[in-house]
């Protein structure tokens, strides 16, 4: 008889310091009819469940897939939404009798009655399924991994890269693992360490600096130690306000967890020591505003960052600095996205190609972080409902959606207004709406770090300013309240 697996994907990384909370119309949900045309698809792109589904395919499961339900990060998940979407979780693995638990998850998802969204499932799974059904997680490279988490499931598998290019190729990974417990080859467990640090000194960058001889290791380790199934090297995400942020090293293994305890240690170790030994150089966005100015047409465009106002890390989008800013210095043939705001998306929808507008956009969610609303004068040159398919490493193949949006240009500078907030990764989120970054002189787009797979390729350089967004760097500007202290980088004399 096949083994009997329940699968879900149920992923959000929650930004605490948000005043958006992220109920069910934020989810993004799907549930798959198996049929084979589905699964061949869907085994393509880049996602938990395609990983999942080549397990499947491979070693012939009778899967059932519950739910997959993911958001651009944002405030906590409300009771509702978290409690309707575990609860689909929870009913199907109260439906059947399983050998097994493939879930999908982020690690770092805080919900309003929850500072452990990811324990709090994984506790709820625990009481119906009993103490030893195998259950296999893969998580986010920027989890803040918690004691229960490692207590309530055998197996935890993160990504590996970043930008996350290999959610297939973890959950493959993860599902490897799962089937080999379920047939009774190893007797999975799973070690933590944790470090007195808001995140990884890079924010756990795996295409330069100290994260890549430390993921060179994790996979030599992996493939020749004796018992090491997977080690995971996990950066943090320190916009969330919880007892257990922080980096962490993971070591899944079987058998006697001495030597994989002091091969963690010698990691943690390493990312402690190198804790001041940041890559980025993040300037100011007049700075960065008076390098666009000079910039010559080369070959490809000078791509600025906007690290603080990523979408992907909670913030809002919003934010008007850094396109104020590149106003100002006169700066012309570039291209700037996006700047969610509905409102002015909307208006701008109403208006209709072609016109001319004096509208307010940007900086209206919470203009303390990122600057307030900036009032410009454009031509109208499209509007559409959003949509979009990727192409790139990200998320290649897959439909997303700004929702109601539109070009505006201003002043040599052309605009992407949004209602959705998505950070940038990939080149369609401009190619969609008409605008080739590839030709452009200047690019800014808000992103940290997940735009390099797409748009690095195309660029003549890239540099990274911090407007001051919820996701700044300056993160005494953040009210914490439950983090442990001392931690670096707020107390700098910490011993860890």
């Known amino acids: ?91 199907a693995a109260k439906a059947e009798k399983f050998d097994g638990i493939l879930l999908c998850l982020h690690g770092a998802m805080v919900a309003e009655h929850t500072d452990d969204g990811e324990g709090e499932l994984l506790e709820r799974l625990r009481a119906i399924v009993g103490p030893d059904l195998p259950i296999a997680v893969t998580l986010d490279l920027h989890a803040n991994v918690t004691k229960r988490m490692c207590a309530l499931a055998q197996i935890l598998v993160s990504y590996k890269t970043y930008p996350h290019i290999d959610l297939r190729e973890t959950a493959y990974h993860a599902g490897t693992l799962l089937n080999r417990t379920m047939k009774g080859e190893i007797a999975p467990k799973t070690l933590r360490i ?24 994790a996979r030599a380790y992996e493939k020749n130690e004796p018992g090491a199934l997977a080690v995971s090297i996990n950066g943090a995400f320190p916009e969330a306000d919880i007892p257990e942020v922080g980096p962490t090293v993971l070591v899944t293994y079987d058998g006697d967890p001495a030597r994989h ?63 104020k800013a590149m106003l100002e210095a006169g700066i012309d043939d570039a291209a700037f996205g996006p700047m969610v705001d509905p409102e002015a998306a909307a208006e701008l929808a109403a208006k209709g190609e072609g016109a001319t507008v004096t509208i307010a956009i940007g900086g209206k969610t919470d203009p303390r972080f990122g600057g307030e609303p900036l009032t410009v004068t454009g031509t109208i040159r499209l509007v559409s409902d959003g949509h979009f398919v990727g192409d790139g490493p990200m ?91 001392p931690i670096f980088p707020l107390d700098r004399d910490v011993a860890r």
């Open 1 to 91: 008889m096949p083994f009997k697996v329940l699968t879900a994907e149920f992923m959000h990384e929650s930004n605490t310091f948000s005043i958006r909370k992220t109920g069910i119309p934020e989810f993004q949900r799907e549930t798959l009819m198996f049929a084979d045309e589905a699964i061949a698809k869907r085994s393509q792109s880049n996602t938990g469940l395609a990983g999942a589904l080549v397990c499947q395919k491979e070693f012939g499961w009778d899967m059932r897939h519950s739910v997959s339900a993911w958001t651009e990060p944002s405030g906590p998940v409300t009771v509702e939404a978290y409690e309707y979407l575990t609860g689909k979780i929870v009913e």
């Open 395 to 485: 998320v290649g193949g897959l439909e997303q959606s700004f929702g109601t949006s539109a070009v505006l240009v201003v002043d040599g500078i052309e605009v992407l207004v949004t209602s959705v907030p998505l950070q940038m990764l990939d080149l369609q989120q401009f190619r969609a709406f008409g605008i080739d970054p590839a030709k452009k002189r200047v690019v800014g787009l808000k992103s940290m770090q997940h735009f390099r797979a797409a748009f690095e390729p195309i660029a003549s350089k890239v540099v990274v300013c911090d407007s001051g967004a919820l996701c700044t760097l300056d993160y005494a500007r953040l009210p914490y309240k439950k983090i442990p202290r």
């Open 194 to 217: 944790q470090l007195p640090m808001l995140e990884e000194a890079n924010g756990g960058r795996t295409d330069v600096g100290a994260m890549v001889e430390r993921i060179a290791k």
């Open 261 to 323: 305890q002091a091969f963690a240690e010698t990691l943690a170790a390493d990312i402690w020591e190198k804790r001041n030994e940041v890559m980025n150089t993040f300037h100011p966005v007049e700075t960065v505003a008076e390098m666009a100015r000079t910039y010559p047409k080369s070959n490809g465009p000078l791509i600025i960052a906007d690290y603080a106002d990523n979408p992907g890390g909670g913030s809002y989008g919003d934010s008007t600095n850094l396109l």
